[in-house]
C-alpha cells in the first residue's frame, strides 16, 4: 500500500489547473481552425487506403455476390455477423458514457462525452454496413427490413429477431445522433461567434439553429438531456440484448442460454470502453488536452473495463458450468469444443485478452500509465473480436448431424471488408477531432473549478 | 433604417454575481428580461423565478403513444391482415412484440421531447434575433454572464434599468435593432422556390423510375433473375431432338400411379362391364366429386349436366347427361369416357387421380337421381 | 468541523414503541414458526426457505452496498452507510434460519434421495456438486467469508468514528474491489443451492443475476425505509434534502427496472425456445393459480412501482417512497414464494403458515436495528466524505 493517502473530503478535479472559460475555449478550438499536422494527414493517408480497401471489396461483393466470403453451410454467418457485433458493440460506449454516467453523476465522463458519442455513431455506421450487405441483395434490403404497406400485401414478421434487430439499430443510431447534436447546439453557437470566415459564420449559426445561451432555454434543455440520457441508459441496454436475442432465442446449443442479454451488454460496454480509451489517448497526446482529460479519467476508464471484463468472465465460466450442470449432451459438447476443438485458438485468445489481460488493472501501476492502458485496450479489443467469432463460429461449424459438420475459412474478402470497416472508423474519427469540438465546450466550462455559485442558498429549488 | 431599442443588457464576471443579478431584477418586478450565460449555472432558474419545466408530459404522451401504437400495429399485423404461424406460437405472440414496441417507444420519446423543445419551447430555427451578431452575445457565448431588460417590458424605463444593472454590477450595453431584420418572412409561393420544389419531385420521381425499372434490371443486379437453367418450352442444343422438356425413361412408372389398360378405341359399353366402382358414396366422397365435377366438368356439361353451358352453340354441344343412354350405362362406361375422352372430350386421366374420377361418376349418379326424381324420394 | 458538529445527530436511538413492536413480532413470528414445523413440518421447511433467502437477500444486499459506496466513491450515501451496516448484521439470523432447514434438506430438495438420483441419469451427473456435503460446504464458505467482509467493513467505518482516519476508508476500498468478485460468485451458487435445486432438472444461466438483483434492489427498499421515515423524525442530520431522497428514489428506480429486463429476457428465451428441458419450469408457474401470482408479481414487482416512481417530484416525495420501499419488499417476499412454492405444491396455498416466517423476519429486522442504533452511532462521524454527503446537490 502506497504511503499517499487521497483526501476523500475533497472531490477529484474534472479539469487539472483552473483554467478560464476563454482559455478552455482556445484550447478547444485550436485544432478546428489551426491547418492539421502533418500527423494528422499521415494518419488519414493510412486510414484513407484501408478505407479504400473496404470500398474495392464492397465493390467486388456488390459485382459477385455473398458468394466471394468464406461463409456456407453449416457456417452460415461468418464475418459480416461477427464484425456486426463487434461495431454495435463498440458503439455502446458513447452513449454509456453520456447517459448512464450523466445520470449517476460521474463528472469525469465531461471531457470525453462528446467524442464518445461520435464514435458510437461512427461505429453503428460500421455496423449498419455489415448487415445492410450481408443481405445478399441490399438493393431491395428496404422491401424486406422495413413494414410498409405494398401491393403484395405482406408485412414484415415482427416475431422475428433480425426484425427487432432492424429497429433496434434504427432506433438507436437516431436516439443517439439527436443526443449528439443537442449537445453540439451551444457549441456550434460559441463557434459561430468566434467564427472568422462568413462561410463558417453562416454554417454554425444554421447549425446552432440560433441558440443565443438563453436561462429560459438552459432550463428546458438540461430538463431534455435529462430525459434522453433516462431514455438512452435502458436505450443502451435494450440494443445489445436485442442482438443477443438473435442468438439466444434460437435453440443452437452455445447460443440459447439466459444470460447472454446482460453478458452481450456488458461485452459491449468493455469493448467500447476499450476503444474509447484507445482513441482518447491518441488524441488527448496529439491536441495537448491533458489537463481537461485528466489521469484519473483514464484510470476510471481503466477501472470500468476492469469491472465489465470481469463481468463477462464471470457469464463464460457461468455458461460453461450451467452447460456440464444442464446435464445436457450437446450443450456441453459445444462448450468443451470450444475449447478444445478446431478452434481452440479464437477460445483462448479471447480468454486471454478479455478475462486474463484486464486482471493487470488491479495495479495502480498499469492503471495510471498511458502506455499500458493503450496496449491492454487494444488486447481487449482483438479480445472481443474474437469471442464474437467463437459464438458465432464454433457454435456453428458443429451441427447436430456430424455428417453437416464444417469449418469456417474466411477468405481475403472477409478480411477485406473488416479492414475496410476500421477504415471507415477511424476516417470518421479523424475528421470529426479537425472538424468538430472534441471536447463538449459548454459542459467543461460547467464543472471548472469557481463554475458554479459558490453556495447553494440563492433560492434554488433546483 | 430606423433603429429601435431592443434592450439593456449588463455583463457580469461570476456565477455568484449572475445570481445576485438575476435575483435583484427579477425582485423588481421585471418580466420581460432574460439571463444569458455559457453553461447552465446551478440555481439559476430559482433565481429567475422560472417555473418547472412541462417538458417531461410531452415524453410521456410521446412514449405511451409509440408504444401503444407499435403494439397495436404488430398485433393487427400478426393476428388480423397477415396471420402466420412462426414457429408453431399463437398468432398474438405478444412477448415478441415487446422488443419492437420497446423501441419504438423510446423513438417517439426521444424525438416527440427534442421536437417539441426545438419546436415550441424555443421557437428555433431563428437566426434572426435582435442579440444575434451582438458584442454582448459574443461575450456570453464564451465567458461571460449577462442579464437583458427588454424594452418592451411593461415597466421598462432607461433611466432606472440602467440604474438597477449598474448597481448590481454589471457593465451596461445596449442593443438596436431594425423593425425589417425582424419581420422578414421568406415567401412560399416564390416563384424560385416552387421552381426548387418541382425540380425535386421530378428528380426523385425520374431517379425512383430509373432505379425500379431500369437499374434492378442491369447486371449485377439481375443476377438472380438471369440463371443458367433451361426454362420449359425452350429449346436446347443439349439434346438431339432440341427439346428441353424429357420423357420419363421408358417401361417407368410413377410411384402411385396405375396405369389404365384400355384407350379411346374401346367401347365405353363394353369396357364399363368389366369394371367395378369401388367407392362408395360417402358424404366426402360425393362433395369431392361435386368439386372435381364443378372444376372440369360443368364448363361444358353445365352446372348440372344438362348439357347447358355457355359453351351450348359455339361448339359441338356438348351432350345432356341426364340421356337415357347415359343413365344406363354401367358406372365403368361413364369412369372409362372420363379417363379417355370421347370425340372432342379430352381425357381428364392426367388432372384427376383415379378415385377422383369414381368420385365423380358417383357424384354424376346422384345429379342423375335428382333430375329423374321418383315419388318414392319423396317420402 | 465544528459546523458539522452543529448539523448531525450522531446518535440516537429507535423510539420505544417501534422497538416494542420489533420484539411482539419477532416472537410472534418465532411462535408461528414452531408451530408450523409441529403441525406440517414439511410445509413449514418450504416457507423457511423462503424466509431465510428473503433475509439472506437483506444481509447480503446491505453489504453489497457498503462495498459499492467505497468502490464508486459515491457520497450521497455516506450519511446513511450505518443504516446498511446495521442491516449487514442480520448475516447473523440468516445463519441460524438455516439450521433448521439442514434436518429438512431431505423433504426440501428431491436431489439428496439416493434412491432418486439412482435411477436418473441427470441427477447422477449433477451429482458431483448436488450432494449433501459439498452442499453444506459451499453454505459454510459462502457464510464465513460475507460474515468475514462484513465485520472488518464494519470494524474499519467503527474505528474511524473516534479516530478519523483517512486510511481506513483507503482500507475499504481495497476490500470492496476484492469483495465485489467474491461476492458475484458467492451469491450465483447460493441461489443455484438453494432455489433453483429446488427444481433439480431446470437451469438457467441467468438465475443467479435474477436473485442477485431481487437481492440488492430488496436491501436497498429496506434501506430506503429506514432512512425516510427516521430522517423524517430528525434523525441523521438537519437539512436533509430532496436531492437525497430523489437518489434513493432513482436508484430504486433503476434497480426495479434492471429486475424487470433480466425477468423479462430469462423468461422470454425460454419462452421463444420451447425446449421441453427449461419450458416446464415457467408452465408449472402458469396453471393451478399460479398464473394469479405470476401475474401479481408483474404488477407488484414492476409495473406499479415504476409509473409510482417514474416523474421527478415522485422520487422526492417521502411518503411516496416509504410506500414503494414497502411494497418492493413485499414483492421480493412474493417473488422468492413464486420461486419456491410451486415445488412444494402445485397450486398456491396460503395460511398461518405461510405467514410465520415473514413476521419473523420483519421482526428480526427491527431488532436487530434497534439494538445496534442503542451502542453505535448512526451516523459515520469520523467518515472523510460526511460532509459532501450532507452538502450534496444534484
Redesign the interface.
Known amino acids: 500500500m502506497s504511503s499517499t493517502v487521497l483526501d476523500y473530503s475533497k472531490e477529484i478535479p474534472v479539469v487539472e489547473g483552473v483554467p478560464s472559460a476563454s482559455q478552455l475555449d482556445e484550447t478547444i478550438v485550436k485544432p478546428i481552425n489551426d491547418f492539421p499536422q502533418r500527423n494528422w494527414f499521415i494518419g488519414l493517408a493510412i486510414t484513407g487506403t484501408m478505407l479504400g480497401i473496404g470500398g474495392l471489396s464492397l465493390a467486388w461483393l456488390l459485382y459477385k455476390g455473398v458468394g466471394i466470403w468464406g461463409i456456407n453451410q453449416p457456417v452460415a454467418w461468418g464475418f459480416d455477423v461477427v464484425n456486426f457485433v463487434f461495431w454495435v458493440g463498440i458503439g455502446h460506449a458513447g452513449t454509456l458514457i453520456s447517459a448512464i454516467l450523466f445520470l449517476l453523476r460521474q463528472k469525469w465522463r465531461t471531457g470525453i462525452a462528446r467524442f464518445a458519442e461520435a464514435m458510437t455513431l461512427f461505429a453503428v455506421l460500421c455496423a449498419v454496413q455489415f448487415v445492410i450487405f450481408h443481405t445478399g441483395r441490399p438493393w431491395l434490403a428496404m422491401a424486406w427490413l422495413f413494414p410498409y404497406p405494398n401491393q403484395h400485401g405482406v408485412w414484415v414478421n415482427f416475431t422475428s429477431p433480425l426484425e427487432w434487430d432492424v429497429f433496434a439499430v434504427n432506433t438507436y443510431f437516431t436516439v443517439s445522433a439527436v443526443f449528439w447534436y443537442i449537445g453540439l447546439i451551444p457549441d456550434f453557437a460559441s463557434l459561430r461567434d468566434r467564427a472568422t470566415t462568413t462561410i463558417k459564420k453562416t454554417i454554425f449559426a444554421v447549425l446552432s439553429l440560433g441558440w443565443r445561451f438563453s436561462n429560459r432555454h438552459w432550463q428546458h434543455y438540461e430538463r431534455a438531456y435529462l430525459i434522453m440520457a433516462g431514455f438512452a441508459t435502458p436505450l443502451v441496454l435494450s440494443v445489445h440484448t436485442i442482438v443477443s436475442f438473435d442468438f439466444a432465442v434460437s435453440i443452437i446449443p452455445g447460443w440459447h442460454t439466459t444470460i447472454f442479454p446482460p453478458y452481450f451488454v456488458a461485452g459491449a460496454i468493455f469493448s467500447g470502453f476499450a476503444m474509447v480509451q484507445n482513441v482518447l489517448i491518441i488524441t488527448r497526446k496529439a491536441f495537448k488536452f491533458e489537463h481537461l482529460i485528466t489521469m484519473d479519467t483514464i484510470e476510471k476508464m481503466n477501472k470500468i473495463m476492469l469491472v465489465t471484463g470481469t463481468m463477462v468472465g464471470y457469464a463464460y465460466i457461468m455458461e460453461f458450468f450451467i452447460a456440464w450442470y444442464s446435464g445436457n449432451a450437446t450443450e456441453l459438447f459445444v462448450f468443451i469444443n470450444r475449447a478444445t476443438g478446431p478452434y481452440w485458438w479464437a477460445y483462448w485468445t479471447m480468454m486471454t485478452c478479455n478475462l486474463i489481460a484486464p486482471q493487470l488493472f488491479w495495479s495502480k501501476k498499469v492503471r495510471t500509465s498511458l502506455l499500458a492502458s493503450f496496449i491492454l485496450a487494444i488486447f481487449v479489443n482483438i479480445g472481443m473480436w474474437f469471442e464474437r467469432f467463437v459464438i458465432i463460429v464454433t457454435s456453428l461449424h458443429r451441427d447436430f448431424l456430424p455428417s453437416s459438420w464444417g469449418m469456417f475459412v474466411p477468405t481475403m474478402w472477409d478480411f477485406g471488408l473488416l479492414i475496410g470497416s476500421f477504415g471507415l472508423f477511424f476516417t470518421l474519427v479523424l475528421l470529426f477531432v479537425k472538424f468538430l469540438p472534441a471536447i463538449a465546450m459548454a459542459e467543461i466550462k460547467a464543472v471548472v473549478p469557481g463554475a458554479q455559485p459558490s453556495h447553494h442558498g440563492n433560492g434554488a429549488s433546483h | 433604417m430606423e433603429k429601435k431599442l431592443y434592450s439593456i443588457n449588463a455583463i457580469y464576471h461570476?456565477?455568484?454575481d449572475i445570481?445576485?443579478a438575476?435575483?435583484a431584477v427579477r425582485d423588481a418586478g421585471y418580466t420581460k428580461f432574460?439571463?444569458?450565460?455559457?453553461?447552465?449555472?446551478?440555481?439559476?432558474?430559482?433565481?429567475?423565478g422560472?417555473k418547472e419545466?412541462k417538458?417531461?408530459f410531452v415524453?410521456l404522451a410521446a412514449g405511451i403513444l409509440g408504444a401503444v401504437g407499435m403494439i397495436s400495429?404488430?398485433s393487427w399485423?400478426?393476428v388480423v391482415?397477415?396471420p402466420?404461424v412462426?414457429?408453431?406460437?399463437p398468432y398474438w405472440?405478444w412477448?415478441?412484440?415487446?422488443?419492437?414496441t420497446?423501441?419504438?417507444a423510446?423513438?417517439l420519446?426521444?424525438?416527440g421531447?427534442?421536437g417539441a423543445?426545438?419546436a415550441f419551447?424555443?421557437k428555433?430555427?431563428?437566426?434572426?434575433?435582435p442579440?444575434?451578431d451582438t458584442p454582448y452575445?459574443?461575450k456570453?457565448?464564451?465567458?461571460k454572464f449577462g442579464v437583458t431588460i427588454q424594452a418592451e417590458d411593461p415597466q421598462f424605463d432607461e433611466k432606472k434599468v440602467r440604474d438597477l444593472l449598474k448597481t448590481t454590477g454589471g457593465e451596461v450595453e445596449e442593443v438596436h435593432y431594425t423593425e425589417e431584420f425582424l419581420t422578414f418572412k421568406p415567401n412560399t409561393f416564390e416563384p424560385k422556390f416552387l421552381l426548387l420544389l418541382a425540380g425535386i419531385a421530378l428528380a426523385t420521381s425520374a431517379g425512383g423510375y430509373l432505379y425500379f425499372n431500369k437499374?434492378?434490371y442491369l447486371p449485377?443486379?439481375d443476377?438472380?433473375v438471369e440463371q443458367p437453367r433451361f426454362d420449359v418450352q425452350s429449346t436446347t442444343d443439349l439434346f438431339d431432338d432440341g427439346l428441353t422438356m424429357r420423357l420419363p425413361v421408358e417401361g417407368t412408372i410413377a410411384r402411385g400411379f396405375m396405369p389404365y389398360p384400355y384407350t379411346l378405341g374401346a367401347k365405353a359399353d363394353s369396357v364399363g362391364k368389366l369394371l367395378v366402382n369401388p367407392v362408395v358414396k360417402t358424404a366426402a366422397s360425393l362433395d369431392l366429386g361435386k368439386r372435381k365435377y364443378l372444376t372440369y366438368c360443368s364448363p361444358c356439361h353445365g352446372n348440372f349436366g344438362s348439357g347447358d353451358s355457355r359453351m351450348n352453340g359455339q361448339f359441338p354441344n356438348p351432350p345432356t347427361l341426364h340421356s337415357d343412354k347415359v343413365r344406363t350405362w354401367p358406372d365403368g362406361a361413364i369412369f372409362h369416357t372420363i379417363t379417355v375422352g370421347q370425340n372432342v372430350m379430352p381425357g381428364y386421366q392426367y388432372q384427376l387421380s383415379r378415385e377422383e374420377r369414381w368420385a365423380v361418376v358417383n357424384y354424376i349418379r346422384t345429379l342423375q337421381r335428382a333430375y329423374n326424381a321418383k315419388e318414392s324420394d319423396l317420402q | 468541523m465544528s459546523a458539522l458538529d452543529n448539523v448531525i445527530i450522531p446518535k440516537k436511538e429507535l423510539p420505544a414503541n417501534v422497538v416494542r413492536l420489533g420484539w411482539i413480532l419477532t416472537l410472534a413470528g418465532l411462535a408461528l414458526a414452531v408451530l408450523s414445523y409441529m403441525t406440517d413440518a414439511n410445509r413449514a421447511a418450504f416457507n423457511n426457505v423462503i424466509g431465510f433467502t428473503f433475509l439472506a437477500s437483506i444481509a447480503v444486499g446491505a453489504v453489497f452496498f457498503i462495498a459499492l459506496e467505497y468502490i464508486a466513491g459515491a457520497v450521497w450515501t455516506t450519511p446513511f452507510r450505518r443504516v446498511l451496516e446495521f442491516l449487514g448484521m442480520l448475516l447473523i439470523p440468516t445463519l441460524l434460519m438455516a439450521i433448521p432447514l439442514f434436518f429438512k434438506l431431505h423433504d426440501v430438495y428431491h436431489w439428496t434421495h439416493a434412491d432418486a438420483v439412482a435411477t436418473d441419469k441427470i441427477l447422477q451427473a449433477k451429482a458431483p456438486y448436488l450432494n449433501e456435503m459439498s452442499f453444506m460446504t459451499r453454505f459454510v464458505i459462502f457464510m464465513v467469508l460475507w460474515l468475514a467482509f462484513y465485520f472488518i467493513f464494519r470494524q474499519n467505518s467503527l474505528k474511524q468514528d473516534g479516530n478519523k482516519d483517512q486510511k481506513l476508508t483507503k482500507k475499504n476500498i481495497a476490500l470492496a474491489a476484492a469483495f465485489i468478485p467474491v461476492l458475484a460468485i458467492s451469491i450465483s451458487l447460493f441461489s443455484i443451492d438453494w432455489l433453483m435445486s429446488l427444481e433439480p432438472h431446470w437451469f438457467s444461466t441467468m438465475f443467479g443475476v435474477y436473485y442477485f438483483t431481487g437481492t440488492i434492489l430488496t436491501a436497498l427498499a429496506v434501506t430506503t425505509y429506514f432512512v425516510v421515515s427516521l430522517s423524517q423524525k430528525g434523525y441523521f442530520f438537519k437539512g436533509i434534502n430532496e436531492n437525497h431522497y430523489y437518489s434513493f428514489g432513482a436508484l430504486m428506480f433503476g434497480l426495479l427496472s434492471f429486475w424487470a429486463y433480466i425477468a423479462f429476457s430469462q423468461f422470454m428465451l425460454i419462452w421463444y425456445a420451447n425446449l421441453p428441458e427449461e419450458n416446464f419450469w415457467y408452465i408449472e408457474r402458469w396453471q393451478h393459480g399460479w398464473e394469479y401470482v405470476s401475474i401479481a408479481i408483474t404488477l407488484i414487482h414492476f409495473w406499479i412501482p415504476y409509473f409510482m416512481l417514474v416523474s421527478r417530484p415522485s422520487k422526492m416525495n417521502p411518503a411516496n417512497l416509504k410506500r414503494m420501499a414497502a411494497l418492493l419488499v413485499f414483492a421480493h417476499f412474493l417473488d422468492l414464494y413464486w420461486l419456491v412454492m410451486p415445488t412444494y405444491n402445485n397450486a398456491p396455498v396460503f395460511g398461518y403458515h405461510e405467514l410465520a416466517f415473514p413476521v419473523l423476519c420483519i421482526g428480526l429486522i427491527i431488532v436487530f436495528f434497534a439494538l445496534q442504533a442503542k451502542r453505535f452511532n448512526l451516523v459515520p462521524v469520523g467518515d472523510p466524505k460526511l460532509q459532501r454527503g450532507i452538502d450534496f446537490h444534484l
Open positions: 461570476t456565477p455568484n445570481i445576485r438575476a435575483k432574460d439571463v444569458h450565460t455559457p453553461y447552465p449555472v446551478h440555481g439559476l432558474d430559482g433565481a429567475m422560472l419545466t417538458l417531461g415524453t400495429f404488430a399485423v400478426a391482415d397477415y402466420q412462426i414457429g408453431g406460437k405472440s412477448p415478441a412484440f415487446v422488443p419492437v420497446y423501441e419504438i423510446v423513438l420519446a426521444v424525438l421531447t427534442v423543445m426545438i419551447f424555443f428555433f430555427p431563428n437566426t434572426s434575433h442579440l444575434h452575445m459574443k456570453v457565448s464564451s465567458d437499374v434492378l449485377p443486379f443476377w438472380m
